[in-house]
């Protein structure tokens, strides 16, 4: 879906070709970040009083369970969920 006119579209490439590759990227960054906290909210306000390992793997599915073929997903999802040494990983 594309709501966006096509003048303010084209303003905004135009714009955005202004920028160094630098500011570019600390726009994309800004940007990801901003829409991760938008989906934490939404996931607080779905799921009251979530937190933690569920808080992230909720985060991970709606992020991104639709770039997965589901057989990859339940394999990603059965490695998540295997026992680790999260000491041993973070030293890596």
């Not at 135009?14 to 600390?26: I, Y």
């Not at 829409?35 to 569920?54: F, K, N, S, T």
Request: some cysteine.
């Amino acid at each position: 879906m594309n709501d966006t006119a096509p003048w303010a579209e084209a303003r905004m490439r135009e714009l955005f070709a202004q920028r160094t590759p630098g500011e570019r990227v600390e726009m994309a960054c800004r940007s990801f970040t901003a829409a991760r906290a938008l989906v934490l909210a939404g996931l607080r306000r779905e799921h009251p009083g979530i937190g933690g390992e569920q808080l992230r793997l909720r985060l991970l599915e709606r992020t991104y369970a639709a770039d997965f073929e589901p057989a990859a997903w339940t394999r990603l999802l059965a490695l998540w969920h295997e026992p680790r040494d999260r000491g041993a990983i973070a030293a890596k």
